[in-house]
């Protein structure tokens, strides 16, 4: 039902920063809580971050608690994921979600 899209990923040294970006399309966008994920080759993917439908309410994995920062724009149907002091230990490739539906990813690769 719902068809999304990341961007925003990309090659960045430790400590700096990237804002990803999830753009959906489909199902009224505002209707539902959305989050991001991140996966290693070899690894489970992860949770890392989820917004309810209004915004109002966040949660954030303990590994990126206090340096991400998830965001949305129900009017423009996208969601964010705003990540600040990155860590060579963030580098993944990470997913938006929504009602069940992944995107296809977007690679963030942190050097040291």
């Known amino acids: 039902q719902v068809q999304l899209v990341e961007s925003g990923g990309g090659l960045v040294q430790a400590g700096g920063s990237l804002r990803l970006s999830c753009a959906a399309s489909?199902?009224?966008?505002?209707?539902?809580?959305m989050g991001w994920f991140r996966q290693v080759r070899g690894k489970e993917r992860e949770f890392v971050a989820r917004?309810?439908?209004?915004?109002?309410?966040?949660r954030y994995a303990d590994s990126v608690k206090g340096r991400f920062t998830i965001s949305r724009d129900n009017a423009k149907k996208t969601g964010y994921l705003q990540m600040n002091s990155l860590k060579p230990e963030d580098m993944a490739v990470y997913y938006c979600?929504?009602?069940?539906?992944w995107g296809q990813g977007t690679q963030v690769t942190v050097s040291s």
């Open positions: 489909g199902r009224t966008f505002s209707s539902y809580a």
């Open positions: 979600h929504l009602l069940n539906n």
């Open positions: 917004i309810s439908w209004s915004g109002g309410t966040t």
